[in-house]
């Protein structure tokens, strides 16, 4: 196995960078999820979670005007807009650029308090009694990263073999790294697909980079939006749930595409590294 891609995502929900180096650490790449939107009525981070609210977040790109350095304050992050600008998050007009184009007042923020809350809005899954019931809500974050805007970890890690299964098993969906915003992808030959499923509880060893893997990925709503080059598709969701959805204890039935790591030992993780599970 090796590394085929790496993502960062300077500003949560929105799209990121493709990277061929990144410097890893506790709190995951250097930079990763390092800002987030936040609605200043509820003092909720916007996701993309909540598409109701907050959909528009995926048409914006964002990147750091220059490689962060350890040890050292962040440089600022360039945010494009769909209409072609762009602004800079030390830009003074900045939060009102942004509340005008999501019809909300919100502040661009990175710093994060210990337990963010976010809304999540979970659909009906066609097939499937235990999730008969659309609801939207209030969900904790960071809950193994306090004081980041991490979801769940602060590493994500998918394989070629589980998006390869999906496109095979599901050929009417796309299935691109990009409709899961994994930091990185791992090419496994000669696998029939989903082996992320057998790293619960195994550690992953790339270059000198040692992360724990604690739990499969549960996917959401965000998975089906518009992004990018991708279309909207309810088919994603739906497939995940047919071919990988299992019950994970404390849970319950989840359907999942990768899993969620904590760092051990950071180093630098590098495109085409050997990866190792032990």
């Known amino acids: 196995m090796q590394v085929a891609s790496l993502f960062r995502y300077p500003v949560k929900s929105m799209l990121g960078e493709t990277l061929a180096r990144s410097r890893v650490g506790e709190r995951g790449f250097l930079g990763d999820r390092a800002y987030a939107i936040v609605d200043e009525e509820t003092g909720k981070v916007a996701s993309a979670k909540n598409p109701r609210r ?13 490689e962060p350095t350890p040890g050292a304050p962040l ?5 494009a807009l769909p ?11 900045a939060n009102d650029r942004l509340s005008r184009f999501l019809d909300r007042r919100v502040r661009l923020d990175h710093d994060a308090p210990e337990r963010p809350m976010m809304e999540q809005y979970r659909p009906a899954v066609e097939g499937f ?19 980041t805007y991490f979801d769940a970890a602060p590493l994500h890690v998918l394989t070629s073999a589980t998006l390869d299964r999906l496109n095979q098993l599901e050929p009417a969906s796309v299935f691109t790294a990009a409709r899961f915003r994994p930091n990185v992808v791992v090419e496994v030959a000669g696998e029939p697909g989903f082996p992320e499923n057998d790293w619960v509880g195994h550690t992953l060893a790339f270059g000198a980079v040692r992360a724990s893997v604690f739990l499969s990925a549960p996917r959401c709503v965000m998975t089906t939006l518009p992004q ?11 497939a995940i749930a047919r071919h990988n959805r299992f019950d994970i204890p404390g849970l319950g ?26």
Do not use: H
Not at 129 to 143: Q, Y
């Open 54 to 66: 907050w959909a528009r977040l995926l048409e914006c790109r964002a990147e750091f005007v220059e």
């Open 75 to 79: 440089p600022p992050v360039r945010i």
């Open 129 to 147: 009694p235990d999730s008969t019931d659309e609801t939207v809500v209030d969900e904790a974050m960071a809950l193994v990263a306090p004081n």
């Open 228 to 238: 990018g080059e991708l279309g909207k598709d309810g088919g994603v969701l739906r």
């Open 83 to 93: 209409d072609g600008g762009a602004l800079e998050s030390g830009d003074r007009d």
């Open 253 to 278: 039935p989840s359907s999942c595409v990768g899993v969620y790591a904590l760092v051990d030992a950071g180093g630098i993780a590098t495109v085409g590294q050997t990866v190792e599970v032990q």
